[in-house]
């Protein structure tokens, strides 16, 4: 087990070098100055040079890069924005709670609506429900996070004012109209169902067809031959096995998740930070980009470290592989 950790642990460190370093040369080979827009369009040449020398950007990509990682891990700085001369880090730790609360909702609500309705539709095939969760699963994996998004916004939350469109309300500050957890789960409510509808239909199909083939394994029929009784078969050995390839693919939908917040953060205006990198490109702020990018691989190795660990865990030959 502690080789298999060594092992994981060395792969997410190459990982996170990969993802750095591409992001890098990505915004050195997009033909644009950043120290033209630090400096404005009244520049001269030579103001334009003292900004380039004051931000390091006068320097050779490897060189700025080796700066970067040096600041990251020695004084754990993302930098300071261009756009805005605050720290990145503070522009990091407003705006991950938004897009926290966003993807963790998400994939609660996504799993609760996947696991039920692809262990039924398994256990009653070609019935009405099956049929039924069918149709969701082609309209989930059919429709766009915007689309979707704006057919929610207009019918839940312009005709029928059930739930708001807008606004996000924090989690732990209840001294205000719009905070604790009530209000927080009110407004992120249509963002989740957005969000949560094409994984589920993803879930759904994925659950339905591993149960059903683990059913029909030949030591499923052993324990109902033994006389075991259908809820232990059940719970022992169809769903135990079935339900282990759905740990990994949580693991890795997680990244999706994150990429595909910006969308449905778009739509419901959360300041997440999908909304966060777009407007920071449309500024060219290289830091506070990159800085997302940084916090958002992190993340990701660490819930696929975790995720990697518990199938580990669940199952160990994993370990030997």
Known sequence: ??????????WAVVLFVAVTVVTYI?????PANPALGLCGKACTQDDVKRVQAYWGLDKPVPVQ?????????????????????????????????????????????????????????????RSLLDRASMVFVLVGISAHPVWLG????FFFGYKL?????????????????????????????LPWATFAILFAALYVRMIRANVMETMNEDYVRTARAKGAPEHQVMRSHILRNAMLPVVTMLGMDIGLALGGAVFTETVYALPGL????????????LPTVQGIVVFSTICIIV????????YAWIDPRIRLS
């Open 1 to 10: 087990m502690i080789r298999y950790i060594i092992r994981r642990l060395l």
């Open 26 to 30: 990505i915004f050195f080979i997009v």
């Open 65 to 125: 890069y080796l700066k970067f990682l040096e600041r990251l891990v020695v004084h754990q700085s993302l930098g300071r924005s261009f756009a805005t001369r605050r720290e990145v880090n503070d522009i990091v730790k407003d705006a991950a709670p938004v897009t926290a609360s966003l993807v963790v909702g998400g994939v609660v609500l996504w799993m609760l609506i996947a696991v039920p309705l692809g262990i039924l539709s398994a256990i009653r095939p």
């Open 150 to 153: 704006l057919i929610f916004s």
């Open 161 to 189: 004012g059930w739930f708001p469109i807008t606004n996000y309300c924090d989690f732990i500050n209840p001294s205000t109209d719009c905070g604790g957890p009530v209000q927080w789960a009110y407004h992120l409510f």
């Open 274 to 285: 999908g909304k966060t990198a777009i407007s920071a490109l449309d500024t060219f702020d």
């Open 303 to 310: 819930f696929n470290l975790i995720v990697d660990l518990l």
